[in-house]
């Protein structure tokens, strides 16, 4: 499979969960700031998340290990964060636990929410259009 078809292809599934989790967060916030509280509060569920992190992550990087000066190295950028954050509930739990509850801030919660919505929009809007059809 060509780079840039991965490349395309990642941005499209990516963009899509993206931009529809973040728009779940925003419309039910309260509901997902009480579900998180409860999944930071089990340990087998920061464990188990952070061994699908690691798989998503090492999927990613390992297919779209892409550094380039242009989009898709925000392809990469997300499989590595995925990878870190997988290692990180594994090896540091009590230490990402306190750091996301520290971000669920009112502030906090609503301006990560709205950058991952950002980076859906614009992912979904590389993966199906014609962008890249022109040599981007």
């Not at 950028?77 to 990180?88: A, D, E, S, Y």
């Not at 709205?114 to 992912?123: K, S, T």
Request: aromatic share 16%; net charge neutral.
């Amino acid at each position: 499979m060509c780079d840039s078809c991965v490349s395309i292809f990642l941005a499209k599934v990516i963009g899509v969960f993206l931009f529809l989790i973040s728009l779940g967060m925003l419309i039910h916030q309260q509901r997902h700031v009480k579900l998180m509280n409860e999944f930071l509060g089990s340990p087998s569920l920061v464990n188990f998340s952070g061994v699908i992190g690691i798989i998503l992550g090492l999927l990613i990087v390992g297919f779209h290990n892409v550094w380039v000066s242009g989009w898709p190295v925000l392809i990469t950028l997300i499989g590595w964060l995925i990878l870190f954050q997988g290692v990180w509930r594994i090896f540091f739990p009590d230490s990402y636990a306190r750091t996301i509850k520290n971000m669920m801030t009112d502030v906090g919660y609503i301006i990560w929410s709205w950058i991952w919505l950002l980076i859906g929009i614009f992912l979904i809007w590389l993966g199906f259009s014609d962008y890249h059809a022109i040599g981007n």
